[in-house]
């Protein structure tokens, strides 16, 4: 079965720091991987995705993210965190099949010192 | 260009009490999906739509039943609400698919449901 997981339930960074939130997937084939950024209240908002080609994907924000086929990884990095990015942030797995699905990780939520 | 729209946006409701969340997206998606959110538990999929006139059950479909009206409009139903209902329900739609044309998975802004 399909799974991600999220290995860091809560990360706290000072502003201007660098980040790495971490993802790790299961899944037979190559999937279609995504990261999703929440703010209180809010919807799911896309930041990245990633179908096929070049393993290191640009997004909104200033993030970006490198899927490692090796490892199952697809982590999320910003080089410079700023304190509008604290957030809950999702990685979602895609899975082409008769339902077309995504998995979600639980998620991983990010505090930012000033 | 609205994308996916939710209502009602928040909700309390009695143990036993009835009631239907709306879903519509203006995008020509075939798939479309209801999701619940709890704290540490990420969103898990109620019931999907993989096209008009399909639904299928997801990973928590317990005391849900959902309607695929159109292609446009996904409603879930509770029947009889109970706490454990409790939570953020998300409407989501999308069009994936192999190789050029995938697109991710659009949310609503969800529906905040408290069972008393």
């Known amino acids: 079965a399909q799974s991600v997981t999220q290995p860091d339930i809560h990360i706290t960074v000072s502003e201007g720091a660098s980040l790495e939130l971490r993802c790790n997937y299961s899944?037979?084939?190559?999937?279609?991987l995504f990261w999703y950024v929440q703010s209180p209240g809010q919807g799911l908002q896309l930041l990245l995705k990633?179908?096929?080609?070049?393993?290191l994907v640009q997004g909104i924000k200033g993030f970006e993210a490198e899927f490692k086929r090796s490892q199952s990884s697809f982590n999320l990095r910003k080089p410079s965190v700023h304190w509008s990015d604290a957030a809950e942030y999702f990685c979602?797995?895609?899975?082409?099949?008769?339902?077309?699905?995504?998995?979600f990780g639980t998620g991983t939520s990010l505090t930012v010192i000033p | 260009n609205a994308g996916v729209t939710q209502t009602p946006k928040f909700q309390v409701l009695k143990t036993g009490q009835s009631m239907t969340l709306q879903c519509a997206q203006d995008?020509?998606?075939?798939?479309m999906y209801w999701y619940r959110q709890d704290p540490g538990m990420g969103l898990r999929l109620i019931y999907y739509?993989?096209?008009?006139?399909?639904?299928d059950k997801g990973e928590v479909p317990n005391g849900y039943n959902v309607s695929r009206l159109n292609k446009r409009e996904f409603s879930l139903r509770l029947e009889s609400a109970a706490p454990s209902q409790t939570s953020v329900y998300f409407c989501?739609?999308?069009?994936?698919?192999?190789?050029?044309?995938?697109?991710?998975?659009?949310f609503g802004q969800g529906t905040r449901l408290t069972v008393v």
């Open positions: 995008m020509n998606h075939n798939s």
């Open positions: 899944y037979g084939a190559t999937p279609y």
């Open positions: 979602a797995v895609g899975v082409l099949n008769t339902g077309n699905q995504f998995y």
């Open positions: 989501a739609s999308s069009e994936l698919r192999g190789g050029a044309g995938n697109t991710e998975a659009f």
């Open positions: 739509s993989a096209s008009e006139g399909t639904t």
């Open positions: 990633y179908f096929s080609g070049d393993t």
